[in-house]
Structure formats: structure tokens, C-alpha cells
């Protein structure tokens, strides 16, 4: 192992090493940082490290994010991390399913999908479907339980995986009827697009199955990426203008901060609650430590 290598370990092995001590005591432990910022141990999985500056501005804020928690406390989530997942399935119709049927089948789907927080894509095609299920792990699995068990249909999962954040944010149901749909001309067509959608080899190759939906979702996700990187970008702006901070829900129930730094500080309701009750703590911290702080982002 190199001397840079060894240093890099021992900077890792020392943050895990504070992580743990910090999980021990059942709270949080603070560190200064080598180029003066202050790490905060025991909230998230990683440290929180800002500058003091950016700490004493979150302090002084604690009002206002106490009476947005009291405000959005319904939508807020309180667990760390909520495991999502992404279910996809083909199944063939063992009824003949009119165009009033779809219809019918869509909008309970969207009533249904919209009250458990389920996002997704459904596609049709000569009596097949296939769909992709997004959302938290319980009630995904709880769901497709229900689905699995409608006489009307047949069928299988295909792919059943651990997502970070889901491919179809806006959707709580999308839908494509592909025989109104000309494949061959979609960004990323490949030829297995043309078969069936119960076919044999989507089961044996997901991947496959990963790229149809990609083909639908690819156009989407661009567009929200860039409706994303505006949005954020308006809101530093007008903080900018204000002076302050801006306090905004996120996904997934979390509370964004902006104005603090070049990114939003990103966490749950739970989380800010516990370094609110920190502040006396981390005052203190920059009380003592102040002469090795650094007030520069």
C-alpha cells in the first residue's frame, strides 16, 4: 500500500471509526475538520461537514424550520432511508379487455396508485401487459399480491429490484397502448421491441425488460432532470436576492435547505429534529474550537 493509499484508509477507517462511537452513545460527536469545517457524526449514514458560518445560519433558522416540520408535518418521513423498489411483470389477459375496459382498468389504477404513493408505466399490447411498479418495498409487494390474484389476467415477475429513486416520478400511472404505437420510430428501438410482451425472452434476459421501459421513460426523465436543475437553480437565485434561506419538501418526505451552500442540505424531519435539539452542542463546539474554524464554503 503507497503512503497516499494508507492515508486515505486511515482518514476512512478514522470517519467509520467516530460513526461507530457516535452509533454507540446513541448521539452525535463533532469534529473539526483539517480546513476548518465542522463534522456532525450521528445523524446520517455520512457526516454532515459545513463551515461555521453555514452551521451558525442553520441555528439561527431553527424557528422557521420548526414551524415548516409543524406545517408539512402529515407529508414529512421520519426514517432515515425507505427502501423503494421497482416490480416489473407481463401477464396475458384471459378476457378480452374492450377500449372502455382499459380505460376503466387505468383510472382505478391511477385512484389506487395515487393513494398508496405508487408510480409506474402500464403497457398493452394485443391482450398482454406489462407493468412496472415503483414505490416503497411493503406496499409494492402488498399490491402486486392483489394484482396477482385478478382472474382476469396470467402471468409472472420479471424483474424485482432495489431502485434509489423512481424512473417514473410523475406518473402514477402511465400508459402506452402499443398497437397505436409505431416502436420502430422511439429513440433506443431495438428488434426484440416487436415481440410479444409475454414473450419467453424478456423472463430469460430482464435487461430487456429494462430497456423497453427505458425507451418510454428516457424522454420523461430528461426533461424532468432539466425541470429539476431549474427549479433549484430559481430558488438559489431568489435566496440569493432575499438574503435568507428557503425551505422546501423534497422526495420522498425529506426537508431541503437552501441557501446554506452551493447544494440544499437534504434531510428527514427526524434528522433536522435532532440537530435542532444539537444546537446548544454545536454552539458550543464553534465556541470553543472558534480560533481553527473556518467561515468560507
Sequence with gaps: ??????????????????????K?????????????????????????????????????SEAEVEAFISENDSKLATKESMRLIS??????????????????????ARENNLRLGITGLLLYKNGEFMQAL????NVVDQLYCRIEQDSRHTGAVLLREIIEKPRFPDWSMGF?????????????????MDEPLAWPGFQEDPSKVQKLFAVFSGHQADRLAQLEHLRAENTQLKNKDKGGIVLKLGEKGTICMYGIGQFAVTLNKEQWLRILASASEIRAFIGENDSKLSTKE
Design 1 to 22: 500500500m503507497s503512503e497516499p493509499e494508507m492515508e486515505a484508509e486511515l482518514e476512512r477507517l478514522r470517519a467509520e471509526n467516530t460513526q461507530l462511537k457516535s
Design 24 to 60: 454507540a452513545k446513541g448521539g452525535i460527536v463533532l469534529k473539526a475538520t483539517p480546513k476548518g469545517a465542522v463534522s456532525l457524526y450521528g445523524i446520517t449514514r455520512s457526516p454532515i461537514t459545513l463551515n461555521k458560518g453555514q452551521w451558525l445560519r442553520i441555528l439561527a
Design 87 to 108: 416490480l416489473m411483470y407481463a401477464s396475458s389477459a384471459t378476457v378480452h379487455f374492450s377500449e372502455q375496459d382499459l380505460a376503466a382498468l387505468l383510472n382505478k
Design 134 to 137: 415503483e414505490g416503497e418495498e
Design 176 to 192: 402506452t397502448n402499443l398497437q397505436s404505437t409505431n416502436t420502430r420510430q422511439l429513440p433506443g428501438y431495438s428488434p426484440f
